[in-house]
């Protein structure tokens, strides 16, 4: 959720909510929780009174190198017993699939 929020940095609870697929209870729930972390802060949005903006703090930016390359390790193993051609056609495939799912394309910051 992290990459999604650098991403998409200063949006709205609503259009993160709206772009990770997430149910808008669900998504004030994990906002809070990274808040209590320290990873992110609401501010007031720029554009809607109503609205706050959602974004991250220092300690989430300085997070999110060692989260990628930690994420990176592991689909490497994974993955590891496929092909290099092999790898981009399971990953051609799930994409077919999570489209016929109606899942949201771009959430995983490798795929984007």
Request: no cysteine.
């Amino acid at each position: 959720m992290l990459a999604a929020l650098a991403a998409d940095d200063g949006q709205s609870q609503r259009q993160l909510s709206e772009r990770l697929g997430i149910h808008r209870n669900a998504m004030v729930a994990a906002v809070d929780n990274l808040e209590r972390q320290g990873l992110a802060k609401r501010l007031p949005h720029p554009d809607d009174r109503r609205a706050v903006a959602v974004t991250l703090t220092a300690k989430a930016r300085r997070l999110l190198p060692a989260l990628d390359k930690q994420a990176s390790a592991l689909e490497d193993q994974i993955a590891a017993p496929l092909s290099s051609r092999e790898r981009d056609t399971l990953r051609h495939l799930l994409q077919r699939i999570a489209a016929g799912a109606d899942l949201i394309p771009g959430v995983h910051p490798r795929l984007a």
